[in-house]
C-alpha cells in the first residue's frame, strides 16, 4: 500500500500546525477507501437533487449525515437520519438536516451530507489505533456501539503487530465468544477484523502524523465487515529521541570506579555529604578515595583536598553533593580534570520547578559538552554491593551487613528505593548493584537497565518507575533484556490521576497512559507487579535455576484448608491446578493416610511431616507428573525439628527436579529458626503467606510464557 | 398480594417431588400476568385457528414460540418466529413451529404455541431470583439478553430487601447510567425494574418453593418494563435448621471453665495428647487440672486418674484426646460424670469418610442426649489468651510469650488458624479467645460467632471459614455482631472449583456458590478480606478508637514516589484522596520545603521529619481538614533517632484526632527498633507495606459505612 502522497496531500489541505487536526467523517471514509478499507459505501451530496441521485445509485434504503467539522457527536443534534427509502423522503431529509446542524450552530461550516447504504445489522467492534506520546502507535478493538465506555470490554497493542498477534487481541476480549460462533450460532468474519488490524498497522507505520483513528462501529458479518463511522485525527509527530542517546558511555567509571572523588565531603554525618562520605568509608570502598571540600583537612582519616583539580591522580567517578547552584562550576572542574562520569546527589533543580528547570538544562549541556555520563541530580546514589561499592546515602546504607545478590535494581524514587533495599536485606536477600536515578538529566532508566543486561553480576533486573520518557529507548533495553533471558520486573506507579498529580509534583517525568505502559510491557516480555514489596518477591522467585514451561502447578500442603486457599488463588490469577496422573495419585495414596487428598492440591497430613521418606517420596511424583510445571508447597505452622526434616526433603527434591519449586510457609518464624536458615543457605526463598507465593509463581509462569512463546496461557495470565 | 393458594394449586399439578420442576415460559407467564407483573401479553393456542385469533386479538405484529417442557432452548431449534404480521403467516407459522419441535425431539411433549405481542426494542436486562441451598432467595439484575454470561454485568441481593436496596442493586451495575439517562437520552423507567424487584421479593417470602425465576429479557422503556421471557423452577424448600439450635449451651464452662478432666493426657510430648497437657501447664492454667489416662500414675507432676468418674471433683470441661472410637464411651462417660462442656481432638471422623460419618452421627446424638456443648472432633482446641488457658495442641504455642488482646478468632482449618495465631503473635497482636471448631458434630462456626459477640474481652471477630451449614444461623450471628458493633472480619476460601474440591475432601462442610456469601457478607455488614494474611491486618487496624465516617482520605509521606504509589493504591481501592482546603494547603506550604507537595497527597519531604513541631503541624492540619475522614502516614526509610521523633509526633496528633490514623513504613525495621517499640507500646500499628496499609484503610472505611449506613460509597468501595 502506497499511501504517502496522497495522505501527505491530505494533511496539506488542512494546514496541519501544532495542534490536531480532525478530518471530517466523509474525508476519512474517502481516504480508508481509497487505502481499501471496507467502508460503506457513501458519497457527498451538496444539493437536494445530489442526494436523491446518489441514494438512486447506492439503492434504498439509505443513511443520512450532517458533514461539518464543528459538529463531532452528530446523533446527539439531530444530525443523522435512518432507513431512508424513497426519493421525496431523501429530499425533504437533506433539508432536515440543514436546518438541524444550522439550529445546533449557526456558524458551522456544512461540507455537506454524506449519503450512505444502509447496513444490515451485525456484530458491533470499535477498532482503531492511537499515538501514544511516550510509546507510538497502539492498536485497539473492542465491543463497539454506544456502550464502549461503560463496558470497557476491549484490548490494545504496541504497533508494529503481526496477524497472530492481531488474532490474539480479538481473543482477549469478553465478547469474543459471539466472534469465534456463540450458542451454535455461525462464526463471523475474524480473518477480516484482523486485516483491518493489519492494515491499521501499516497505515501508522507509514504515516507517523496520525494521532487516532476510530472506526465505531465496525459491523461484523459472516461474511465481510463493514467500517460504518470514520473518525480520523491528525497531528505532527514529535520526534522525541534526546541527543544523549548518541553520547559515548563511561558505565564501567560509574558502576566499577578505581577512583572517586567525593565533591561535598563533610565529617558530619547529618549532612548528606557526611553521610555519603561515611557510607563509602564504612562499607569498604577498596579502591582510591578523595574527599573534596575547602574547609576541612581531612575526613575519616582521609587527607582533603579543596578542590577537583588538586588532586594529584585521575579520577574515574565524581560524586557531587554541594548545593544546587554550585554543581555547574563543579561539572566544569570535571571537564577540566578530565572526568567521565559524575553522580549529582543534590536537589534543587526540576523537581522544584521552572528555575530549577533552567539549572537542569545547564548541567545536561556541560556534561553533554565534556562527554560526561551524568547519574541525577537528585539521585540518592548508586549501590554496588557486589563490590562493596556504596556511593550512596540513603538509610538502607545504615546497616552492618550488606548482602550482595543477583538482583540489579533501578528506581526513580529514592526514598521508596531506599526503602525497598532495606527491606530486601532484612528477607536476606541481595543486590548486585542499585541505583538512585535521580531527575535523569542525561542517563535515565533505560540507559540503566542496559547497563544491567550487560552487567555479569546481575541476574535479575528490578525497576521502580513513575514514567518514561524516551519510549523508543525504554523498549530498545527491554528487548536487551528479554535477549539475554535476563527478567525484568517493574512496579510503575502513577496509574491514577491523583498518582499522576503526585508524580508530576515531584520530578519531571511524565506520567503517561498506564494502558499503553500496559501494552508495552506486555510487548516486551516485562513482568509488571501490583504491589512494590513484589519487586523483592518475584526476585527471590526469579533464583529458582529453571523456568516453567507451562501454567500447570502441582501442589502440596499439609492441610485442607491451604490446600483450599491456595486453589482459589490460582484460580483468581490464572493458574491451572490440574488432575494429576494416575501414577501419580497412586504413589500418594500409599504413602498418606486416609483422611489426606491424593488429588491435587494433595494434602499430606501433618501426620506425613514426620515421615520425610514418604513425604520426598509425594513431592517426587508430584513434582514429576507430566500434567505438572512446577511445583508449590505451602507449609503451615511445623515447628523445629520436624520443620527442619522437612526443609531438608524439599531440597533434596528440589536439587533433582528440572521444574521450579516454590515454598510459602505461614506458620510464624520463631517456630522453626533452623528450618529457615537451612531454607536460606540452600537458596529456597520461602513467602510468609499463601498469596504471596501465588503470586510469584505466576510471575515465574508469565515469565517462562514469553520466553517459550506461549500466547494463549499469557493472555489467560494478563487478563487476571 | 395473596398468592399462597394459588400457586400451591400450580404445584400440586407440577406434582413435586424431590427433584426442582420447570414451568413451561406459558404457564410462568400466566402466573406472573395473575400475580400483576408486567408479562407481554399471550396466549397459549392449541390449533392453528387460535393463533390466528389470538394474534387478532393482541394485534399484528406478534411473535410465536414453541411450549413444550422438553424444550428448553427454543431459538437454537427454530422454535421462535418473530415479527409475524398477517393471519395467513400466523397460520403459517404455527405449523413450522410444530414441524420444528417434532424433528428436534419426536418424543417432546407440546403444550401449544405461545402468541404474544411483538415488543418494541427496549434495554433488555435479566431479573430473578434464584434461592441458595444454604442462605435461600438471592435477588439478582443485570445486562440481559444473549450476552449475559459473556458480560456478567449483574448484581444481586440476599431477600429480603427494601425499595432502596433493590435502587441501589440497579446502580450496581456497570450498565446503569443506559438505565439513570446516557449520554444526553432521556432515562428510562428505573423505578418499574424497582417495582419488578419488590414484587419478586414479596413473592419468594410466601413461596419458599421457589428455586429460580429467570426473567429475560425484560425490555425497560422511558415509560414501564415488559417481561418478554419467562422461567420458574420450583423446588421442595428444605428445613435446615439443625436440631441442636435450640439446645441450652454451657459457653461459661467451655470457655471460662474452673476445672478441666483431659482424657488421654500423656506425659510423651510427641503424642498429641501429651503436647495438649503439657501446653495447659506451660501456659499457666489457674483452675484443677486433672489428668485422665489409666496407664499413667502422674504426668508433670498431677496426679492422674483411670477413668473420669474416679476424680473427686466436679469438671467444668472434657478435653477428649483419644483414639476415635474410643470416643463414645468416654461421652458416655461425661454424661455420667455431669459434664456439660466437652471439646473433642480426635480425629477419624467425618473427615474421612462414610464410616466416620457415622462414628460423627454417633457422638453429635450422645453429646445432645446428655445436653453436652461440644467443640469438634478433629478440633485443635481453643485458646483463652486472656485467661492463660490454652486447651489446644497447635504448634503455635510452642511460644514462650503468649500475647492476649481484643480479637476472637474463629476457624474451619485448625492447620490454618494455627499458623495465623503464631504470625499474629509475630508481629505483637494479641488475642482474646482462639477458636478451631474442627468437623462442627455439635457446634458451630455461629455458635462461636454469638459467643464471640457476648464475650467482653472481645473487641474484633475475625474467622477463617471454609463452608457455612447453616445460613440462617450464621446470619443471625451476623447481625447480633453488626448489633453489638464488633467487626466481623473474614477470609472465606473455596471460591474455586479445585478449591471447593479441597474443601469438600477435608471437611464435611458444604462450600456454597461464592456469589452468595459475597451477597450474605455485604447484608449482614461483615467486612470480607482477600488474603489470609489480612485477617490479622484488618484486625489491628480496628484498635482505632475511632472509625472513618466517609471514604475521604488524607494522605501524608516524606517522599513523592510514596505519595503516588499510596494515590494508586486508594484509587485502584474505591478511596478518595480529595482537595485539602485552602487554610490547610496555607498551613502545609508555611511548613514544608518549596520542592515538597502542599496537596493531597502530602509530600512533607525528608527534610520535614527532622522537625517534629512542622510535622506535627501538617499532620494536625491534614487530620482536621473537612474533606478528610482518616489520615494515612506512609513513611520510607527514615532510621533512629529520627524516626523515633517522628513516630512521638504521630501519637501525639493520634491522641487528640477524633479521626482515624493509620500508619505504613515501608523500611526496614531494623532501621528503627526504637520507634517501632514506641509504636507498639502506644498502640499503633505500623504496616510494612503500601498495599497493607491501604488495604486495612477500605476494610475501616467498609465497617465505618456500614454503620453509618452509607449505601453509594460502600457500592463503589464493594465494586473496586
Same mark, same amino acid.
Given at each position: 500500500?502506497?499511501?504517502?502522497?496522497?495522505?501527505?496531500?491530505?494533511?496539506?489541505?488542512?494546514?496541519?500546525?501544532?495542534?490536531?487536526?480532525?478530518?471530517?467523517?466523509?474525508?476519512?471514509?474517502?481516504?480508508?477507501?481509497?487505502?481499501?478499507?471496507?467502508?460503506?459505501?457513501?458519497?457527498?451530496?451538496?444539493?437536494?437533487?445530489?442526494?436523491?441521485?446518489?441514494?438512486?445509485?447506492?439503492?434504498?434504503?439509505?443513511?443520512?449525515?450532517?458533514?461539518?467539522?464543528?459538529?463531532?457527536?452528530? &446523533?446527539?443534534?439531530?444530525?443523522? %437520519?435512518?432507513?431512508?427509502?424513497?426519493?421525496?423522503?431523501?429530499?425533504?431529509?437533506?433539508?432536515?438536516?440543514?436546518?438541524?446542524?444550522?439550529?445546533?450552530?449557526?456558524?458551522?461550516?456544512?461540507?455537506?451530507?454524506?449519503?450512505? @447504504?444502509?447496513?444490515?445489522?451485525?456484530?458491533?467492534?470499535?477498532?482503531?489505533?492511537?499515538?501514544?506520546?511516550?510509546?507510538?502507535?497502539?492498536?485497539?478493538?473492542?465491543?463497539?456501539?454506544?456502550?464502549?465506555?461503560?463496558?470497557?470490554? $476491549?484490548?490494545?497493542?504496541?504497533?508494529?503487530?503481526?496477524?497472530?498477534?492481531?488474532? &490474539?487481541?480479538?481473543?482477549?476480549?469478553?465478547?469474543?465468544?459471539?466472534? &469465534? /460462533?456463540?450458542?451454535?450460532?455461525?462464526?463471523?468474519?475474524?480473518?477480516?477484523?484482523?486485516?483491518?488490524?493489519?492494515?491499521?498497522?501499516?497505515?501508522?507505520?507509514?504515516?507517523?502524523?496520525?494521532?487516532?483513528?476510530?472506526?465505531?462501529?465496525? $459491523?461484523?458479518?459472516?461474511?465481510?465487515?463493514?467500517?460504518?463511522?470514520?473518525?480520523?485525527?491528525?497531528?505532527?509527530?514529535?520526534?522525541?529521541?534526546?541527543?544523549?542517546?548518541?553520547?559515548?558511555?563511561?558505565?564501567?567509571?560509574?558502576?566499577?570506579?578505581?577512583?572517586?572523588?567525593?565533591?561535598?565531603?563533610?565529617?558530619?554525618?547529618?549532612?548528606?555529604?557526611?553521610?555519603?562520605?561515611?557510607?563509602?568509608?564504612?562499607?569498604?570502598?577498596?579502591?582510591?578515595?578523595?574527599?573534596?571540600?575547602? /574547609?576541612?583537612?581531612?575526613?575519616?582519616?582521609?587527607?582533603?583536598?579543596?578542590?577537583?583539580?588538586?588532586?594529584?591522580?585521575?579520577?574515574?567517578?565524581?560524586?557531587?553533593?554541594?548545593?544546587?547552584?554550585?554543581?555547574?562550576?563543579?561539572?566544569?572542574?570535571?571537564?577540566?580534570?578530565?572526568?567521565?562520569?559524575?553522580?549529582?546527589?543534590?536537589?534543587?533543580?526540576?523537581?522544584?520547578?521552572?528555575?530549577?528547570?533552567?539549572?537542569?538544562?545547564?548541567?545536561?549541556?556541560?556534561?553533554?559538552?565534556?562527554? #560526561?555520563?551524568?547519574? /541525577?541530580?537528585?539521585?540518592?546514589?548508586?549501590?554496588?554491593?557486589?563490590?562493596?561499592?556504596?556511593?550512596?546515602?540513603?538509610?538502607?546504607?545504615?546497616?552492618?551487613?550488606?548482602?550482595?545478590?543477583?538482583?540489579?535494581?533501578?528506581?526513580?524514587?529514592?526514598?521508596?528505593?531506599?526503602?525497598?533495599?532495606?527491606?530486601?536485606?532484612?528477607?536476606?536477600?541481595?543486590?548486585?548493584?542499585?541505583?538512585? %536515578?535521580?531527575?535523569?538529566?542525561?542517563?535515565?532508566?533505560?540507559? $540503566?537497565?542496559?547497563?544491567?543486561?550487560?552487567?555479569?553480576?546481575?541476574?535479575?533486573?528490578?525497576?521502580?518507575?513513575?514514567?518514561?520518557?524516551?519510549?523508543?529507548?525504554?523498549?530498545?533495553?527491554?528487548?536487551?533484556?528479554?535477549?539475554?533471558?535476563?527478567?525484568?520486573?517493574?512496579?510503575?506507579?502513577?496509574?491514577?490521576?491523583?498518582?499522576?498529580?503526585?508524580?508530576? &509534583?515531584?520530578?519531571?517525568?511524565?506520567?503517561?497512559?498506564?494502558?499503553?505502559?500496559?501494552?508495552?510491557?506486555?510487548?516486551?516480555?516485562?513482568?509488571?507487579?501490583?504491589?512494590?514489596?513484589?519487586?523483592?518477591?518475584?526476585?527471590?522467585?526469579?533464583?529458582?535455576?529453571?523456568?516453567?514451561?507451562?501454567?500447570?502447578?502441582?501442589?502440596?500442603?499439609?492441610?485442607?484448608?491451604?490446600?483450599?486457599?491456595?486453589?482459589?488463588?490460582?484460580?483468581? #490469577?490464572?493458574?491451572?491446578?490440574?488432575?494429576?496422573?494416575?501414577?501419580?495419585?497412586?504413589?500418594?495414596?500409599?504413602?498418606?493416610?486416609?483422611?489426606?487428598?491424593?488429588?491435587?492440591?494433595?494434602? %499430606?497430613?501433618?501426620?506425613?511431616?514426620? @515421615?520425610?521418606?514418604?513425604? @520426598?517420596?509425594?513431592?517426587?511424583?508430584?513434582?514429576?507428573?507430566?500434567?505438572?510445571?512446577?511445583?508449590?508447597?505451602?507449609?503451615?505452622?511445623?515447628?523445629?525439628?520436624?520443620?527442619?526434616?522437612?526443609?531438608?526433603?524439599?531440597?533434596?527434591?528440589?536439587?533433582?527436579?528440572?521444574?521450579?519449586?516454590?515454598?510459602?510457609?505461614?506458620?510464624?518464624?520463631?517456630?522453626?529458626?533452623?528450618?529457615?536458615?537451612?531454607?536460606?543457605?540452600?537458596?529456597?526463598?520461602?513467602?510468609?503467606?499463601?498469596?504471596?507465593?501465588?503470586?510469584?509463581?505466576?510471575?515465574?509462569?508469565?515469565?517462562?510464557?514469553?520466553?517459550?512463546?506461549?500466547?494463549?496461557?499469557?493472555?489467560?495470565?494478563?487478563?487476571?
Amino acid at each position: 500500500m502506497n499511501v504517502v502522497r496522497e495522505w501527505a496531500e491530505l494533511m496539506e489541505q488542512c494546514k496541519i500546525g501544532d495542534a490536531p487536526v480532525a478530518m471530517t467523517e466523509y474525508q476519512g471514509t474517502k481516504q480508508l477507501a481509497d487505502l481499501g478499507f471496507p467502508v460503506v459505501e457513501g458519497y457527498l451530496a451538496t444539493t437536494e437533487d445530489e442526494a436523491v441521485q446518489y441514494s438512486r445509485q447506492i439503492g434504498y434504503p439509505v443513511v443520512m449525515k450532517i458533514m461539518s467539522p464543528q459538529i463531532l457527536h452528530k &446523533s446527539d443534534v439531530g444530525g443523522v %437520519v435512518l432507513g431512508i427509502q424513497n426519493d421525496s423522503d431523501a429530499k425533504d431529509t437533506f433539508g432536515l438536516l440543514l436546518r438541524n446542524a444550522r439550529q445546533y450552530n449557526s456558524a458551522a461550516i456544512i461540507h455537506g451530507v454524506l449519503v450512505q @447504504k444502509m447496513q444490515p445489522k451485525g456484530l458491533e467492534l470499535i477498532v482503531g489505533v492511537n499515538r501514544d506520546p511516550v510509546f507510538g502507535h497502539m492498536a485497539f478493538v473492542g465491543a463497539g456501539g454506544t456502550t464502549v465506555e461503560l463496558l470497557k470490554d $476491549f484490548s490494545m497493542r504496541l504497533l508494529p503487530i503481526n496477524e497472530v498477534e492481531a488474532g &490474539s487481541m480479538l481473543q482477549q476480549m469478553k465478547i469474543y465468544p459471539l466472534l &469465534s /460462533g456463540y450458542r451454535g450460532a455461525n462464526p463471523l468474519d475474524e480473518a477480516s477484523v484482523i486485516q483491518l488490524l493489519m492494515k491499521l498497522n501499516t497505515l501508522c507505520s507509514e504515516l507517523p502524523q496520525i494521532k487516532e483513528v476510530d472506526l465505531n462501529p465496525v $459491523f461484523v458479518y459472516e461474511h465481510g465487515i463493514a467500517i460504518s463511522d470514520v473518525r480520523i485525527l491528525l497531528e505532527k509527530s514529535r520526534q522525541n529521541t534526546p541527543a544523549n542517546r548518541i553520547k559515548q558511555r563511561y558505565l564501567d567509571k560509574m558502576f566499577n570506579p578505581k577512583s572517586i572523588a567525593v565533591i561535598g565531603a563533610s565529617s558530619n554525618v547529618k549532612k548528606n555529604g557526611g553521610r555519603l562520605f561515611h557510607y563509602i568509608v564504612k562499607h569498604g570502598y577498596k579502591g582510591k578515595l578523595y574527599p573534596v571540600n575547602p /574547609g576541612a583537612e581531612e575526613i575519616l582519616g582521609y587527607p582533603c583536598f579543596p578542590s577537583l583539580e588538586a588532586i594529584p591522580e585521575t579520577i574515574d567517578l565524581a560524586c557531587i553533593i554541594v548545593r544546587a547552584e554550585q554543581t555547574p562550576e563543579v561539572l566544569e572542574s570535571c571537564i577540566r580534570k578530565g572526568i567521565k562520569a559524575a553522580i549529582i546527589y543534590s536537589s534543587g533543580f526540576a523537581e522544584i520547578g521552572w528555575e530549577g528547570q533552567l539549572l537542569q538544562q545547564k548541567i545536561t549541556e556541560i556534561a553533554d559538552r565534556g562527554g #560526561i555520563s551524568l547519574c /541525577g541530580p537528585n539521585s540518592i546514589g548508586i549501590a554496588s554491593p557486589i563490590l562493596n561499592t556504596y556511593t550512596a546515602f540513603g538509610m538502607a546504607l545504615q546497616t552492618d551487613h550488606p548482602i550482595s545478590g543477583p538482583i540489579g535494581f533501578v528506581s526513580q524514587s529514592g526514598a521508596m528505593g531506599s526503602a525497598l533495599l532495606s527491606r530486601a536485606w532484612e528477607q536476606g536477600v541481595g543486590f548486585s548493584r542499585w541505583i538512585s %536515578v535521580g531527575n535523569e538529566a542525561d542517563m535515565a532508566i533505560p540507559d $540503566f537497565i542496559k547497563f544491567l543486561v550487560d552487567d555479569p553480576e546481575t541476574k535479575v533486573i528490578t525497576a521502580f518507575i513513575e514514567g518514561i520518557k524516551d519510549g523508543s529507548a525504554f523498549i530498545d533495553a527491554a528487548e536487551a533484556a528479554r535477549q539475554a533471558r535476563k527478567p525484568l520486573v517493574l512496579y510503575k506507579t502513577g496509574i491514577s490521576e491523583v498518582g499522576q498529580r503526585a508524580v508530576q &509534583s515531584h520530578t519531571g517525568a511524565l506520567a503517561g497512559n498506564d494502558q499503553a505502559y500496559q501494552c508495552v510491557f506486555a510487548k516486551v516480555g516485562a513482568i509488571r507487579v501490583e504491589n512494590v514489596s513484589e519487586l523483592i518477591d518475584v526476585s527471590r522467585g526469579f533464583m529458582m535455576p529453571v523456568l516453567p514451561k507451562g501454567n500447570r502447578i502441582g501442589v502440596v500442603t499439609a492441610s485442607g484448608g491451604a490446600c483450599s486457599v491456595i486453589a482459589d488463588g490460582c484460580s483468581a #490469577i490464572g493458574l491451572n491446578v490440574p488432575q494429576l496422573s494416575t501414577g501419580t495419585q497412586q504413589v500418594i495414596a500409599e504413602c498418606i493416610p486416609p483422611f489426606g487428598a491424593v488429588q491435587n492440591p494433595v494434602d %499430606v497430613t501433618a501426620e506425613l511431616l514426620s @515421615k520425610p521418606d514418604m513425604f @520426598k517420596r509425594v513431592l517426587q511424583a508430584v513434582v514429576a507428573d507430566p500434567n505438572v510445571d512446577a511445583l508449590l508447597i505451602m507449609l503451615t505452622t511445623s515447628a523445629d525439628p520436624v520443620a527442619s526434616v522437612v526443609a531438608r526433603a524439599i531440597v533434596e527434591v528440589r536439587d533433582q527436579a528440572d521444574k521450579p519449586i516454590l515454598v510459602g510457609r505461614l506458620g510464624a518464624d520463631f517456630l522453626a529458626p533452623q528450618a529457615l536458615q537451612y531454607f536460606r543457605e540452600h537458596q529456597v526463598p520461602v513467602f510468609p503467606t499463601p498469596d504471596r507465593v501465588v503470586k510469584v509463581m505466576k510471575y515465574l509462569v508469565e515469565f517462562g510464557m514469553h520466553q517459550y512463546g506461549k500466547e494463549e496461557i499469557l493472555i489467560n495470565l494478563i487478563n487476571k
